[in-house]
């Protein structure tokens, strides 16, 4: 078994450097395929960062009314985070309310000598709940609506913003069905050309491979040097189509950035700069390795 196994690595080394142009051919149909995996991973980084983002953007408030005790608002507090749906509640008092309203308006005289004037605060003490997911807030909003708290809620802002949550969830779920999507079918057209190209090979050493056959090789010993040929083609094409993640990531990041505050790919790549190698030469060694493996075995039954 070491001795097959050594010549069938042998044969398909040298059958590497043997068909030079039919090797950069074909590497350069990985190298494309890699470039379109390596962009499809940053595309789910991006397309995640931003959704997070917008994710934290939405909230739902709860108004309380001017005669609501601290303790009964902080009650209701711990109640709401007792719940499964809630990632966050925050309290915002009255006082505190006024300051931050005073602190926006800073520079608007008739606003702040408005205040002033008043003897009594105007603003109400809120709660801003945020969800594990947006899909989560109709059924906070729902607790929210229960009839033991009509007495202490004045309002609850869901209902507007409930439009802009719900588009937020028809996008998450296009941008996952799009991705995956486009995953597969990149996938299946990047294997269907590797296999045209790799079959052209075949085609090239039928005479070859048929006294191969005459001779009683078996066909795993006829497969083995293709296949160890095109996973050296994709690991090839998976290490240059990595190469060409750095350049891109630094023309990329601050447009991304600008869009995004939250994130910086550079960073990203510098975190997962060996994860992302393995997926690319894993991507291209087994893009080759099956499209290869289909490639000869459809020989060896004509």
């Not at 269907?192 to 070859?208: H, K, P, Y």
């Amino acid at each position: 078994m070491t001795v097959t196994l050594s010549r069938i690595l042998k044969y398909g080394w040298q059958g590497f450097l043997r068909n030079k142009w039919l090797a950069v051919s074909t590497v350069s149909i990985m190298f494309l395929a890699g470039i379109v995996f390596q962009g499809l991973i940053l595309f789910n980084v991006i397309a995640r960062s931003a959704i997070m983002s917008l994710q934290d953007k939405i909230d739902i408030s709860v108004y309380f009314r001017s005669n609501a005790t601290e303790d009964a608002i902080l009650a209701i507090k711990r109640s709401v985070e007792g719940l499964t749906e809630v990632r966050q509640v925050d309290y915002i008092s009255r006082d505190l309310a006024l300051d931050e309203f005073k602190k926006r308006h800073a520079e608007e005289e008739t606003i702040s000598q408005t205040l002033d004037e008043l003897e009594e605060n105007p603003l109400l003490a809120s709660l801003n709940i945020k969800a594990n997911d947006p899909r989560q807030y109709d059924t906070i909003a729902s607790y929210l609506d229960s009839a033991n708290l009509t007495d202490l809620v004045e309002k609850v802002t869901y209902a507007q913003n409930e439009i802009v949550i719900k588009r937020l969830n028809s996008l998450i779920g296009t941008i996952k069905k799009s991705g995956l999507g486009l995953t597969l079918f990149l996938a299946f057209l990047a294997v269907a050309v590797t296999f045209n190209t790799i079959r052209l090979a075949i085609f090239s050493s039928s005479e070859q491979l048929s006294v191969m056959r005459l001779v009683g090789a078996s066909n795993s010993f006829i497969r083995g040097p293709y296949i160890v040929e095109s996973m050296i083609y994709g690991a090839i094409a998976g290490f240059l189509s990595f190469l060409v993640l750095v350049p891109l990531i630094n023309l990329l990041s601050p447009y991304i950035e600008s869009f995004i505050p939250e994130m910086n790919l550079n960073l990203y790549l510098s975190g997962n700069v060996l994860k992302l190698l393995f997926y690319q030469l894993l991507f291209g060694i087994c893009l080759g390795a099956l499209s290869s493996f289909i490639a000869v075995r459809k020989y060896l039954r004509v």
